[in-house]
């Protein structure tokens, strides 16, 4: 079993920055994929960003693509979502993810573990 707890989220104005953490316990945190996901008010959850055990690929959504850098650290097994520039729709709850096995993906049903979620509100 893995635990996943984020942190970091909060209220910010438009243009403003945000960092989210996901620490992880529970299992080798090294040998999983991880990502984020969202889910604003009405919607359906979203992919954001996902990175591979390694940390050497990277993957993100259109929406936040040159705004938003995922990484993470082994060793301290925790992942690390810095969001930047950020817009009114960005606001929604951020839910870490992550995969026991197979490579980075954005299908949500492909993550086997899930976090509580922390809230993000961007204000304009």
């Known amino acids: 079993q893995v635990q996943l707890l984020e942190s970091g989220g909060g209220l910010v104005q438009a243009g403003g920055s945000l960092r989210l953490s996901c620490a992880a316990s529970?299992?080798?945190?090294?040998?999983?994929?991880m990502a984020w996901f969202r889910q604003a008010p009405g919607k359906e959850r979203e992919f954001v960003s996902t990175i591979s055990w390694s940390g050497a690929t990277t993957r993100y959504a259109d929406s936040v693509k040159g705004r938003f850098t995922l990484s993470r650290n082994n060793a301290k097994t925790t992942v690390y979502l810095q969001m930047n520039n950020l817009k009114p729709e960005d606001t929604a709850v951020y839910y870490c993810?992550?995969?026991?096995?197979?490579?980075?993906?954005?299908?949500?049903?492909?993550?086997?573990?899930w976090g509580q979620g922390t809230q993000v509100t961007v204000s304009s």
């Open positions: 529970g299992r080798t945190f090294s040998t999983m994929t």
């Open positions: 993810a992550a995969r026991a096995f197979g490579t980075d993906t954005s299908n949500e049903r492909a993550y086997d573990y």
